[in-house]
């Protein structure tokens, strides 16, 4: 069982990215996926979270400028990420919870099941 990410690197403010979680062992079909983000010294914070069934919801700050979908097909989510500021900058990570469609337990980093080992997005002129 594993959640590969891949997409990160360096941006300029206001530039993009597509960030990519494939996930292998496992059918991504009856789970939901996260998208957090974690910087040293802070805690790891949820930005996108999408359900099994499709629902997808955001933290504020990314509302508006980061899209999460899934392509189950594919066994993969992804992570479009536009207007990025330096305030992005962050190791993001894709993690997996088995049928959880409630969004305050979705934001709870603890209770997913399933993680990927990050990727570094750093956005920078």
């Known amino acids: 069982v594993q959640l590969v990410e891949s997409g990160g690197g360096l941006v300029q403010p206001g530039g993009s990215l597509r960030l990519s979680c494939a996930a292998s062992?496992?059918?991504?079909?009856?789970?939901?996926i996260g998208w957090f983000r974690q910087v040293p010294g802070k805690e790891r914070e949820g930005t996108s979270y999408?359900?099994?069934?499709?629902?997808?919801y955001y933290r504020d700050s990314v509302k508006g400028r980061f899209t999460i979908s899934r392509d189950n097909a594919k066994n993969m989510v992804y992570l479009q990420m536009n207007s990025l500021a330096p305030e992005d900058t962050a190791v993001y990570y894709c993690?997996?919870?088995?049928?959880?469609?409630?969004?305050?337990?979705?934001?709870?980093?603890?209770?997913?099941?399933?993680w990927g080992q990050g990727t570094l997005v750093t956005v920078s002129s």
């Open positions: 993690a997996a919870v088995y049928r959880e469609r409630v969004r305050s337990n979705l934001a709870r980093p603890h209770g997913y099941d399933y």
């Open positions: 999408i359900t099994d069934d499709g629902r997808a």
């Open positions: 062992g496992f059918s991504l079909d009856d789970y939901a």
